[in-house]
């Protein structure tokens, strides 16, 4: 027997996870054009090594990566944030061991120049403090992106 209230809960259903995918896309799209726009060109005199890791942190998040470095290469780590997040963002770049070996915290700088003596993985954190100044209940989210350049 044919239910139109069944159809009308399925048909809402599929509309919702339709809409949360379309708009899941576009925050990834915005996301990937502000790194591009604003971000990239910053990496300068360094070439980009292809990748793009970005995503969209909230006051009081934080983010991990792993990276591989090659020996003998110049690196730049960036860490780019969208300005709605404030000053207070910082990374953290560890050894396989957890010994850190450069933290931006305190420095107001979003990215650090060096080069590694031998192949390996390091580990990058990316810290979002909140504010204690915010007036919202509801923290204000944007754009993170980890870009890295080299020179040869």
């Given at each position: 027997?044919?239910?139109?209230?069944?159809?009308?809960?399925?048909?809402?259903?599929?509309?919702?996870?339709?809409?949360?995918?379309?708009?899941?896309?576009?925050?990834?799209?915005?996301?990937?054009r502000f790194t591009q726009k604003n971000c990239l060109p910053a990496l300068s005199p360094y070439t980009n090594n292809g990748q793009i890791n970005s995503t969209t942190l909230y006051e009081?998040?934080?983010?991990?990566?792993?990276?591989?470095?090659?020996?003998?290469?110049?690196?730049?780590?960036?860490?780019?944030?969208?300005?709605?997040?404030?000053?207070?963002?910082?990374?953290?770049?560890?050894?396989?061991?957890?010994?850190?070996?450069?933290?931006?915290?305190?420095?107001?700088?979003?990215?650090?120049?060096?080069?590694?003596?031998?192949?390996?993985?390091?580990?990058?954190?990316?810290?979002?403090?909140?504010?204690?100044?915010?007036?919202?209940?509801?923290?204000?989210?944007?754009?993170?992106?980890?870009?890295?350049?080299?020179?040869?």
């Amino acid at each position: 027997m044919f239910k139109p209230q069944a159809m009308k809960v399925k048909f809402s259903i599929i509309i919702l996870i339709l809409a949360l995918v379309f708009i899941g896309n576009q925050a990834e799209a915005q996301c990937k054009r502000f790194t591009q726009k604003n971000c990239l060109p910053a990496l300068s005199p360094y070439t980009n090594n292809g990748q793009i890791n970005s995503t969209t942190l909230y006051e009081g998040d934080s983010a991990a990566l792993n990276m591989t470095f090659y020996s003998l290469l110049e690196y730049r780590l960036m860490v780019c944030t969208h300005p709605v997040l404030g000053d207070g963002a910082f990374f953290r770049v560890k050894d396989n061991d957890g010994e850190i070996l450069y933290s931006s915290e305190g420095k107001n700088k979003n990215h650090w120049d060096f080069k590694v003596n031998s192949t390996q993985d390091l580990h990058i954190d990316v810290v979002i403090p909140e504010n204690a100044e915010s007036v919202s209940d509801m923290p204000p989210s944007g754009c993170v992106s980890i870009i890295l350049g080299f020179k040869e």
